[in-house]
């Protein structure tokens, strides 16, 4: 019988209840935390002095922001520019040297970034490698200080396991299943105009993008055909020959997203065209959680909706699946938006629009649980890419002042310490 189980599940049930995201809640217990020092110094002290022959000694320390070494960036093929430079940017400005790995996908762009980009950059310090899954397989064989990879959640697990050998640090930009919840209470054309075009953007290959909407089947009704005027007034009666929208990157991810079109009931769209690598923007309905759309991340202009009967259902369905990388919320009324805000988990939230919070470079991006871990943008690139080196400067004299640390100790000495280290400061250079 497994000894930790029920105390596992016991703390699961717990953080899912939503008991630790309360202010007062975690207040109380940091103050608990201080009454159990306060109340049991003496008791500690003698715990410590029978196990180690130790007292207790506090210090201050102030932060140095240091590059981690050699860094190792593998980008995708979605926005083979975008998610390339951006890391590099961050690495470089934390001062490591670099090893870039672009998409083999994305060739066009693979070809500049290998032929172009190293005129620019010092090239004994950056350079640019090329292949597909076997070479880069071989290329994490070896040691990087750093290994920052955007990609499938498959791939993640193969870097992370990589990179674990070494003990090598790690930010993964996942993906996964983004829910967009819409109220009953909302005007549904401006929420159609919205959730269409960050569904379309990008032909649906965006990994911030919905990937399924929950809402009642009333409010479906209503959406559905206010979906269909945002898509012709974006991309016209023909959305096949718009110059707005985009074409899926390969035959291989062509032909598993053409299998998706036959899950649930199309709505709306529904068309292809294998040569052109075309897939029309498609709304599905009458879809079931056990479904393959529902399984996977889909990563293209395809949006299947999923009926609740309200939002404690769909908070629910949410909270049972993995930790997405967005989450949505629409409605008129800011207390729904913030309930879902505050009872779910996702790398990022948006409330009434859609991806814009990744373009803010004040905010952080980045997945949390099965969705990715660590974050970058702006200054987060920046400290993303450095090791923050606690450290302690301290003059050489003054030794009778320290001298109080050393022993025979005494309880007198101890109350100095004590009340000379009450006060902490910390320092960011």
Not at 209 to 228: F, H, N
Not at 332 to 353: P, W
Request: hydrophobic residues 40%; neutral net charge.
């Amino acid at each position: 019988m497994d000894p930790f189980a029920d105390t596992l599940q016991r703390l699961r049930e717990a953080f899912r209840s939503g008991r630790t995201r309360a202010a007062e809640f975690r207040l109380a217990q940091l103050r608990s935390l201080g009454r159990f020092l306060e109340e049991n110094k003496q008791l500690l002290q003698e715990a410590l002095a029978q196990d180690l022959h130790k007292a207790t000694q506090l210090d201050s320390a102030f932060i140095r922001k240091e590059p981690f070494g050699l860094v190792l960036i593998i980008a995708p093929w979605n926005y083979p520019l975008n998610l390339t430079l951006v890391p590099l940017v961050g690495a470089l400005a934390a001062g490591n040297c670099v090893v870039l790995k672009p998409s083999e996908i994305s060739k066009s762009v693979e070809k500049v970034l290998a032929e172009v980009l190293p005129r620019y950059l010092d090239q004994s310090c950056f350079s640019v490698v090329l292949g597909g899954p076997e070479e880069t397989g071989q290329l994490l064989e070896h040691r990087f200080d750093y290994i920052f990879f955007t990609g499938s959640p498959r791939v993640g697990k193969i870097v992370m396991s990589a990179a674990a050998k070494h003990l090598t640090p790690v930010t993964l930009e996942l993906g996964g299943k983004n829910p967009c919840y819409v109220d009953d209470d909302c005007d549904l054309q401006t929420v159609a105009n919205r959730v269409v075009w960050f569904r379309c953007f990008n032909a649906g290959q965006t990994c911030v993008a919905p990937d399924y909407v929950l809402c009642s089947r009333e409010t479906q009704e209503r959406l559905v055909p206010a979906m269909q005027r945002a898509i012709t007034c974006f991309y016209g009666d023909d959305p096949k020959s718009s110059p707005s929208l985009g074409r899926i990157i390969g035959d291989k991810q062509f032909q598993r997203l053409q299998g998706l079109l036959g899950c649930g009931r199309v709505a709306v769209g529904g068309q292809s065209d294998e040569r052109e690598r075309y897939i029309a923007p498609t709304v599905l309905v009458d879809v079931q959680e056990t479904e393959p759309v529902m399984q996977e991340e889909i990563f293209g202009p395809i949006l299947p909706i999923v009926n609740v009967r309200g939002l404690d259902e769909a908070v629910d369905f949410i909270t049972r699946r993995e930790k997405p990388l967005a989450l949505y919320a629409f409605s008129n009324n800011s207390q729904v938006v913030k309930r879902v805000l505050a009872e779910t988990s996702s790398g990022g939230f948006c409330g009434n629009d859609g991806f814009m919070h990744m373009t803010l470079a004040t905010l952080p991006f980045g997945g949390v649980g099965a969705s990715g871990m660590g974050r970058y943008h702006g200054k987060f690139s920046f400290d993303t890419f450095s090791h923050h080196r606690a450290c302690l400067l301290r003059p050489a004299g003054l030794e009778k002042i320290y001298s109080m640390r050393y022993p025979p100790y005494s309880m007198r000495h101890l109350r100095v310490l004590l009340a000379a280290m009450e006060t902490r400061s910390c320092t960011l250079l």
